[in-house]
Each structure stands twice: as structure tokens, then as C-alpha cells.
């Protein structure tokens, strides 16, 4: 299989979009995606999306982002 780490940092900035406006960030995310093949057609994935569970909105009026875990099994004919 093969494994990936992402880091990314967001600065505070100022968000405007029509009636919607405030501050956004600063936040850090990392991330970690694993993949393995279980035969030649079928393959197993594994995600976590900020891992640390840093809690912050990515938009002014958007939803609290926290971690996130995400399993799939994908096949190919």
C-alpha cells in the first residue's frame, strides 16, 4: 500500500460574501490517506481528515469543520 501526510495552514482572513462576513482561520489540518490493493480489481482506502481535530469553519456561515474518517472499497472491471 502507500501512505500520505498533508499539512495545510490557513491565516486569518477576512470573509466577505454578500450579507455573509467575518474572520476565518487561523487553523492547521493534517491529513493522512492510505491505500492498499487487495487483489488486482479490488482496492481498500482509508482517509482522516484532520487528524487533530482542530475545530474551525472554513466559511462564514458554514458548518464547523472537525476530523473526519472515511473508509472505501473500490473495485474495477
Do not use: C
Amino acid at each position: 500500500g502507500n501512505i500520505t501526510l498533508s499539512f495545510r495552514h490557513v491565516d486569518e482572513f477576512l470573509w466577505k460574501d454578500g450579507i455573509w462576513s467575518g474572520v476565518i482561520g487561523p487553523y492547521n489540518l493534517f491529513d493522512f490517506h492510505y491505500n492498499y490493493k487487495i487483489l488486482d480489481n479490488l482496492q481498500f482506502n482509508m482517509s482522516a481528515m484532520n487528524i487533530l481535530n482542530d475545530i474551525h469553519r472554513e466559511l462564514v456561515g458554514g458548518a464547523k469543520m472537525g476530523r473526519q474518517v472515511v473508509f472505501r472499497i473500490t473495485s474495477e472491471l
